[in-house]
């Protein structure tokens, strides 16, 4: 069964330095997203990427944050300058629009 | 924000009984609930949804249901397997055109099958 994937499964940073996280969507799907889960809390949605653009963000997803479909294949959160409070496990997924998502394994992000 | 509780952070039972997982919700709004599954190390796995204009769902030894006076939805496994341990979230959509709206998660219990 196909699969979304991410790598890294765990990056740390230093504080103000920028991270990228990558996601390689289900193939034939068309939606793409980003939520986190910082420990012990809930699931939080950051955005979602419809058509080479975005069509939901939260209000977590400020100008610190962008996200990119460089190619076909490759789906990218970027954090331009990451902060204590951006650790959290990072979750990649995707839908064909019309079906529940699929969740990658997840980055899990250290900022220190 | 506290749009979707999942009260019981955690559950135990054994092989072969029946378990029922709860969630509550506050936004009227919602339409769509769904629940995933989660083992550790692993993204969330989608389980079973439900539209909010049934009652009930039902696949295999998972059925959700649904009452929308009370905003309580619960997820029944029966039997259960100790395979079936996980955390399982609980998430809720707004209305609104567009599939691939936010969904609101819970904060998840977490299920342990004892054999």
């Known amino acids: 069964e196909p699969e979304v994937t991410q790598t890294p499964s765990h990056q740390v940073t230093q504080m103000g330095q920028e991270v990228i996280l990558r996601c390689v969507p289900i193939?034939?799907?068309?939606?793409f997203y980003w939520y986190r889960q910082i420990l012990g809390q809930k699931v939080e949605f950051l955005v979602s990427?419809?058509?080479?653009?975005?069509?939901?963000k939260s209000e977590i997803f400020d100008d610190q944050f962008s996200v990119e479909r460089p190619d076909g294949s490759n789906f990218t959160l970027k954090i331009r300058s990451t902060k204590l409070e951006d650790s959290a496990m990072y979750f990649c997924?995707?839908?064909?629009?019309?079906?529940?998502?699929?969740f990658g394994n997840g980055t899990r992000l250290t900022v220190t | 924000d506290q749009q979707v509780k999942q009260n019981s952070p955690s559950l135990s039972v054994q092989e072969g009984r029946i378990s029922i997982l709860n969630c509550d919700y506050t936004?009227?709004?919602?339409?769509?609930f769904l629940w995933y599954k989660k083992y550790p190390a692993e993204g969330p796995t989608f389980l079973i949804s439900?539209?909010?204009i049934k009652d009930k769902n039902e696949d295999g030894r998972f059925t959700v249901f649904l009452n929308k006076s009370a905003k309580h939805l619960s997820l029944h496994i029966v039997p259960s397997q100790p395979g079936d341990s996980a955390v399982y979230f609980c998430?809720?959509?707004?209305?609104?055109?567009?599939?691939?709206?936010?969904?609101?998660w819970g904060l998840g219990t977490s299920l342990a099958v004892n054999p």
């Open positions: 997924a995707s839908n064909r629009g019309n079906s529940p998502l699929h």
């Open positions: 193939s034939n799907h068309l939606y």
């Open positions: 990427f419809y058509n080479n653009e975005i069509s939901e």
């Open positions: 936004n009227s709004m919602f339409d769509y």
């Open positions: 439900i539209s909010s």
């Open positions: 998430a809720a959509r707004a209305g609104g055109a567009g599939n691939n709206r936010k969904l609101i």
